[in-house]
């Protein structure tokens, strides 16, 4: 991202702003939150943001940027999965099981998500397209090379990626965003369901004759 600008080594400073800035911007939106916020918030002096970050928008990339990053196993455990015979059922539990993880590791994630999408700046387009639209495109080519093989009927590898993401998704977005929801009891019996309900859907199975 053009935006966003590499310190030289590791720093413990630029990481307390980088958290100290998530939480704020998942909090209050990019909009609503100043370097003035930030600074004050990661205990450093408000000039220090900028030996790391040339302005707020900047410091915002970063963060995004390194989510992206984090995404790359999962793009290439997609990979691999459209090139060998492993079952779809094994191949969807891992996937929504790196999921559930990825929102355990970094709650704020789907905040900041949220926020990005409801502000509409270039950022969170650059966000939507780099990260989410990556995503759904390798899970839609796994889906087309497994449809092509006759593991899945023929259907749409777009919708059909949106849909999964979307039974997955939705129940972190309850879980996280709204305490009174109801917590998961059981993480595994929750994935199990997700991947059963995808692919199977919930119909009474007629029984072998």
Known sequence: MS??????GPSKSRE??????????????FKGTTTRMIADHARVNEA???????????????IIEKKIEKLAP?????RHAAETNESAERVL??????????????PQFLRLFYFSGLEGHELSRMFF???I??????????ILSKSREGVFRSIDPTLAARAFVGIVVHYQVIQTLFPEAERIRNREEAINTFVDIFLHGVLVRPSAS
């Open 48 to 62: 220090l943001i900028y030996r790391y970050f040339p302005n707020k928008e900047g410091l915002y990339a970063a």
């Open 129 to 131: 397209e780099a990260y």
């Open 133 to 142: 639209e990556t995503f759904n495109r390798h899970l839609g080519s796994y």
């Open 93 to 106: 539990h891992e996937i929504a099981g790196a999921m559930f993880a990825s929102v355990e590791a970094d």
């Open 16 to 29: 307390k702003i980088l958290t100290a800035a998530t939480s704020l911007f998942a909090a209050r939106g």
């Open 3 to 8: 935006t966003s600008l590499r310190c030289k």
């Open 74 to 78: 999962l793009l290439d455990r997609l």
